[in-house]
């Protein structure tokens, strides 16, 4: 057999486009039509179309393509259906600022020509993130793949717009919504986040209608008095209790209030009593509709203010309004004070701006019956959460749900399919575009300009990309999915909508289980952001280290329940370890020259083949068990322990015994296991770096094939899988008392400063009746090797410590003869030195937890690392104290 060459130096960028060319040519991401396995689905959370995918797509897509290859190897039909997002808001968004850039509204060119200018920029977007996906090697099945704006989503839409209009669980009405005047539209409940801001609360007088008397009012936002249409305090209240039915007068108008009593008004806040404005909050919404006031809106859908204000302050914007109304009420002896005040305000979740109560007719979805199926399905335990966690969350959320508003004034996204009769004034809900009015079968009808909140396709993400209404062959195979995996950001906006979507209309949970991912965050702990500059490009680690790199670095730090903190530099950690696998492979393939492999059923395994078959097992086993509980850091730490800890730095060190032998048998044998052990464990690794595991295991020579069953691409290799034959104790147990005994020597060697080529003396005196002394005489020539010590005397006999320094271990007591191989002045003066430098710090740790001050103020976890910290000085003390007696 041929030595098979390896470029000395790793270089991912020789062959992930190519494999990932190799992949899709070959088709290997499509389900397995022959496997009678239960499918295992994922549906990817589509991104939004007009974005860049950043780090936390990363993340999101590694995880998901992590167990999707894992899947796949285990035999089930496998399919991870990609797809991305219209992202009505955002995509709008990002085509007018391209518009204004050219000098140009979005009606300058109509809606019709604003709309094929935005399928435009889709398909730009689109490309982009394809490849970006590629790139890192998201294995899906890219013929399936799917845009919550095609026809067949589109169809799946307006079925359930309709159905649920039909149900009466869809309504229009006049009703206060949040609004975004920088996005020109109503956004849910879900969409505003909330920020603390410093403000001001202004203090100002409404004197009393028919005398010299005035209450104080006190607010944050001054300018809405101007929509005003009542005074409220508490019933219970005996400052005012005189004033309930009375009437107050509005400063800077001719309007009068009605002072009115309503349980809401807190006594103690300010002077007890508030201004009702039912349009533009949504508690005096609620009070206005208990005491039937009036509704004054006085925005307009810009956010300047409008004709129902006096006409000084007609357009202009809140904040200009607000200085104004502060400065006419001074002027006009209203004002008394304003004082520092810090609150809660809402922004809109996508430009931020500062969201206005508003007045407006919108379409909502009633949700308590949806809810209500949502939440039992979850309490039945037909969805499980991971981590454990967010299930209060969920839960939390679906108890307390309020109607979603789910229309839009935007252009691009699905148009709401109702049309209005401009005869009779009458209504119609279609699931095909009309030609006439239901009712009086004019033509003369049109359709509402609102398109539905992005959400709402995305509700639908799972049965209707696999073709729902339709009874697809997909739908039946593949719904419900097996897993989600997204962040907890949008557990609201998404995953508690598919859960309600699902029940409804498919009787069934869309996904068994919901893996909730954190955060990807600096260093410093604060979240990614344009603003901050602290991003991270998936592809610039992927250009500098390599797509391989990225995905274990990721599927290493990713701790359930946990936010990932990152900068470039934590990438290193995936590319030392892909170089590893690399040079690993390389050293094992070059020694395959002249070699001859062996039928796997004549091949007799050494105790340390028997060693690390087991390791190879206990790895596969743990392995599965973590990823089937999503446990990828686990996971990702067994394999990364597995090859580099026991196949490279033992195992294969100790191969190099029999490969630098002269007994070309065993050099047969042992390069047979080598490249038998370096074929499963690049199956083991696969899922969480498929790119090098891909290139070097179709670089394994032909003839592994005739003795161990691979396939020809390594996406449909077998993963690992526990075997009872390979347990072995026995080998486990000796083989832990040969690492004691050669990491005693190497530690020594360490303290001393001996390089491990220089030759050591070492005589072992085993323990009697142990079997330390069996052990060790059967593998003297591996110790020998792993030690560098070609005078190794092993017995039960004392030998002479003239010389030496003893280490001591489980069973045995190793003498290594240093004297003749440093310089004992020297090491003498260095060692007294740490002796005093120890005693020094000794003293002090002592003294701080002597201090009765430092033990009453301190933490627990401060004390006991303090604690720990004087404990292990102790035992270094003790240590440095031996070397100093024996050097003596």
Known sequence: MKAIELTKAFNPRDFEDRLYGFWLENKLFAPDKSAEKEPYVIVIPPPNVTGMLHMGHGLNNCLQDILIRYRRMTGRPTLWLPGSDHAGIATQNVVERKLQERGIKKEDIGREQFIKETWKVKEEHHAIIIKQLYKIGCSCDWDRERFTLDEGLSKAVREVFVSLFEKGMIYKGNYLVNWCSSCGTAISDDEVEHDEISGKMYHYRYPLAGGSQSIEIATTRPETMLGDTAVAVHPNDQRYRNLIGKSAMLPLTDRQLPIIADTYVDMEFGSGVVKVTPAHDPNDYEIGIRHNLGRINILSPDGTLNKNVPEKYRGLTVMQARIEVIKDLKDQGFFI????????????????????????????????????????????????????????????????????????????????????????????????????????????????????????????????????????????????????????????????RMIMMGMEFMKEVPFRDVYIHGLIRDKKGRKMSKSLGNGIDPLEVVDEYGADSLRFTISFLTAQGQDILIDKETFKLGSKFANKIWNASRFILMNLEGRELLDRGNLSCSQVDLWIL????????????????????????????????????????AVKLSLYGDDEKEKNRAATMLLLILEESLRLLHPFLPFITEEIYQRLPEELGKVSNMDFSIVKAAYPEEKSERKNQEAVADFSLLQELVRSVRTLRSEFTIPLEKDIKVAVKAEKGHSSLKVFNREHRLISLLINSHNLNISEEEPNRQGSIPVVGRGFEAFVYIKDVIDMGKELVKLQKEQAKIAGQIDRAGKKLANPTFLEKAPPEVIANEKSKLEELARRREKIEGYIKDLA
């Open 337 to 496: 004070k304003e004082e520092e005040h810090k609150h809660q305000v809402g922004h809109c979740y996508r430009c931020h701006t500062l969201i206005e109560p508003y007045m407006s007719d919108q379409w909502f979805v009633k949700m308590r019956p949806l809810a209500d199926k949502a939440l039992e399905t979850w309490q039945q335990g037909n969805v499980n959460f991971f981590p454990r966690k967010w299930e209060n969350t969920y839960a939390h959320w679906q108890k307390n749900i309020r109607d979603w508003c789910i229309s839009r004034q935007l252009w691009w996204g699905h148009r709401i399919p109702v049309w209005y009769c401009n005869s009779c004034g009458e209504m119609t809900v279609s699931r095909e575009n009309p030609d006439c009015c239901s009712s009086c079968s004019s033509k003369d009808i049109h359709q509402d300009n609102d398109v539905l909140d992005t959400w709402f396709s995305s509700a639908l993400w799972p049965f209707s990309t696999l073709g729902w209404p339709e009874k697809t062959k997909d739908l039946e195979r593949f719904y419900p999915t097996s897993t989600l995996v997204t962040g907890y950001d949008i557990i609201f906006f998404w995953v508690a």
């Open 614 to 653: 087991h390791q190879l097992n206990e790895a596969a086993a743990e392995t599965r068990k973590s990823l089937d509980n999503y446990r990828f850091n686990d996971a990702a730490q067994v394999v990364y322990e597995f090859f580099w800890n026991d196949f490279c730095d033992w195992y294969i060190e």
